[in-house]
């Protein structure tokens, strides 16, 4: 199961949460926190009494990295005994796409940055089996309302789950839906295609003029290129 959203949406305190309420279940989950370059969450979450592995992706964008890494966190669950393996990735980028097909993916965010930021959210929400709305709490009924109707306009068939990472609102829903989810066999596949992330940026150029950059790139008027041999 893959955990994502953008930086500050409470992503790891509801799945602190969930993760309480799988354990109440009799389950027996194991956790792998991918950052990029610094992380005291596996504090958080030792304190539950469950596996947690933690994973910097620094240079790399970190649902580039966890994408990369998904056998080897498996692996790892597996040596834990565990049951069911949470992957709460970074999700820094909004056209990032972490999710394999047969994983529960669950996108949380939060209703404060705005009415319209579902609809700013590429493959990270709209690919998303589950839309975890947090910070409900801090605005109007009607502006939970809006929020709501954009996440739908973005993503039809998600599940809407409104969570609070505080009181733990929410959890007992989340946890249900993860406990129901089937387990995962046989090949996996991506559910969308991740950043264009080819060029000569990526691998540490510094120069700014477009004659020292080569890689797929885009251009102000939309149009992508492939510059390169």
């Not at 969570?163 to 989810?181: D, Q």
């Amino acid at each position: 199961m893959v955990v994502a959203g953008t930086p500050g949406s409470g992503k790891t305190s509801v799945l602190m949460h969930a993760v309480r309420d799988l354990k109440s279940a009799g389950m027996n989950p194991a956790l792998v926190k991918i950052d990029c370059l610094w992380t005291e969450d596996d504090r958080r979450f030792q304190r539950l009494e469950v596996p947690v592995s933690i994973g910097l992706s620094r240079e790399m964008c970190p649902d580039h990295y966890a994408i990369y890494n998904v056998e080897e966190m498996m692996d790892w669950a597996m040596k834990q005994k565990a049951d069911v393996l949470l992957n709460e990735t970074a999700g820094l980028c909004l056209r990032c796409a972490p999710y394999p097909d047969k994983c529960l993916a669950i996108c949380v965010i939060d209703v404060t940055t705005g009415p319209n930021s579902p609809l700013k959210v590429g493959p990270l929400l709209t690919t998303a089996d589950v839309v975890v709305m947090t910070k409900g709490d801090l605005v109007s009924q009607a502006e939970r309302e809006v929020f709501r109707e954009r996440i739908i306009e973005a993503n039809p068939k998600c599940r809407i789950v409104e969570a609070n990472g505080l009181s733990g609102k929410g959890s007992s829903e989340l946890g249900e839906l993860m406990r129901g989810w089937p387990d995962v066999s046989g090949e996996m596949v991506l559910r969308h295609n991740p950043p264009l992330a080819v060029c000569t940026l990526c691998t540490g150029e510094l120069r700014v003029s477009k004659e020292h950059h080569r890689g797929v790139l885009r251009h102000l008027d939309g149009f992508t290129e492939y510059n390169g041999e």
